[in-house]
């Protein structure tokens, strides 16, 4: 089988990616959202310092809306990997004004989390981000660098990116200007779940199909939770469900699936031709979505 | 090898997005919802199903219809997992090629079989032999236009000769295709009964480019310093990079440098495993057996001694939009050593039309390539670009803005 060969190239690469971040910046941290690519970020950045700990702050921007699983799993896993952590506060943005919520029924926090997130990347003089951002996830990400330059408005110019050529990462930077680093750029969906597999990872139970109360809403599941208003035609019903990704509480849909042991899971990924994304209400707003977020400072 | 990594170049015309399109669709690495996409988009463009919409990722080039930076696309079929940089191909966009070949086992050379080799051929085909690549397929495509036949085939294998051999090229396969109906991407033509060879993607699955760094003496840049200062690991110091050459065991004599020290190389770890060896292109944390000064920028090594060299012969790539200033000190970043350096000289600069060496005037523009000299405020530890690509290629970073403005081959 080529899978473990394969893992084994694209974790020294990762590793590798994780290293130079250390190396090249005075306040690298990992931008934490208790989903399970910055979960493999983590044990990764564990692996490349080893026996040292690892050398990172987790940073959570939370956006008040959130799985309360994902909130349990955090706080459990900083202290597990004895990592420092920062939490940004969407709320504390609002309740200051810096950030104004979105009106309407599809109003969400998504957007206002890029808000947020440099606030705290000001307050905590953060000059570098890791996060679990992979290429194969969208097409604007298809063309984002393992370590990204962002201006001192947290802005990405797509078109103005630097070159990088073989692996040679160029952190310079200005004063207030921070970089984002992608370590796992070149994994996709199933790398990394064969990833966590092989090295046995722990994930939130959220990715794990169970019987859930969920509403049916834009083409995909949505779980009933405090935060969401339902529409008069809309009756929660209990299935059998699991998440592909785990952001706001609001906007991420979840699957109907039997899958309850990672074995099942990647056999049921293997099989999916959705992407993986394709259940999240933000990114269907239109055809240029992710690019205009990320252009805001969006992760 | 278990993953390929390739690049492609070309423009619009040539159907290069077409023939990515259909090797990500028909090999089923689109997913339905994002055909679902290509579909909308197509329909409101009033065209039939544009699979090279797949891979056009970004807004303005949606726009405009263009490629106009490296995309990174993947698939795997049950044989091989791919990586392929996919970077545009007109002379503007020359940078492009470069940052996408750099990282590339291999490279996709599209022909237009009505056209036969261009220019543009030439110069993929010279910028895949300037950035050490082993292996290159031919992809002749539109077929179809030129019903088909053998003789435009043929034409054009027996005239890419001379350019294969100006590119320095040591491998190069010849595939006969149609991207826009399928015919030799993924599955056989049934058009093309005189072609025998293997299609694109069974070619893609079985190319085995050379890898001279895992045969090189052993190369080991040192990254950072693993210093756990904790009661259990107090006197740990262990030394944190990537193999850029060769292997190494325990046991293992191993010199340290600039100051050419020896050492014994006691322990070898991947997280909290410990290994006997490490191969070239692993992760890894090496342990010395006695306290030898080494930090980032140090490389280990053992056998053959590597280039120390404070002025280094290169041929560079200008990267930046803004071209060079002749006396501008610059930061030079490679594996083996980072500071200051300027270009002492521009001896040569290529004519990307001709594709021959003309003498430099001292500037540098954009996309320019050319043969310099370079001089390092202390000489880093290299190796020739042919002989090994992680120790013999460098970047040149502006020293204000920092923007990478160039790219380097230590010949």
Redesign the interface.
Known sequence: MQQPSFLDELEAEAIFVIREAYAQFERPTILFSGGKDSIVVSHLAQKAFAPAGIPFALVHVDTGHNFPETLEFRDRYAKQIGAELIVGSVQDSIDRGTAQEEQGPLGNRNRIQSVTLLETIDRERIDCLMGGGRRDEEKARAKERFFSHRDAFGQWDPKNQRPELWNLFNGAKQPGEHFRVFPISNWTEMNVWHYIRREGIELPSLYFAAPRQVIWRSGSWLPVSDFITLRPTEVPSEKMIRFRTLGDITITGGIESDAVTLDQIIAEVETLRQTERGNREDDKRSESSMEERKKQGYF | M??LRFTTAGSVDDGKSTLIGRLLYDSKSV????LD?VAA?SKRRGTELDLSLL??????E?EQGIT???????F?TP???F?LADTPGHVQYT??M??GA??ADAALILIDARHGVVEQTRRHSFIAGLLGLKAVIVCVNKMDLVDFAEAAFTKVCADYEPVRQAAGLPEVHFVPLSALVGDNVVDPSAHMPWYSGPTLLALLETLEPAVPEALSDFRFPV??V?????T??HD?R?Y???VAGGCVTVGDRVTVWPEELEATVDGI????QALQEAHY???V?LTLDRDVNVA?GSVLTAGSTPQREALLKAKLCW?DAKGHTPGLRY?F???GGQGQAMIAEVERVLNLETLAYEPGTGQLETNQIAEVSVRCAQAPTTETYANQ??MG???L?DPV????VA?GMIQ
């Open positions: 278990n993953v997913f339905i919802d994002q996409a988009s891979t056009d990722g970004l807004k303005d949606r106009i930076d490296v995309a990174y696309r993947y795997a044989k091989r997992n990586i940078r492009n470069v940052t750099s990282t990254q950072t693993i210093r756990p200062r904790t259990e690991h740990f262990g944190a990079g990537r770890f991947l997280g909290d292109g692993q992760s944390v980032r990267l930061e970043r490679a594996h690509r992680m290629g460098f970047i970073v803005r920092g923007t990478t790219a």
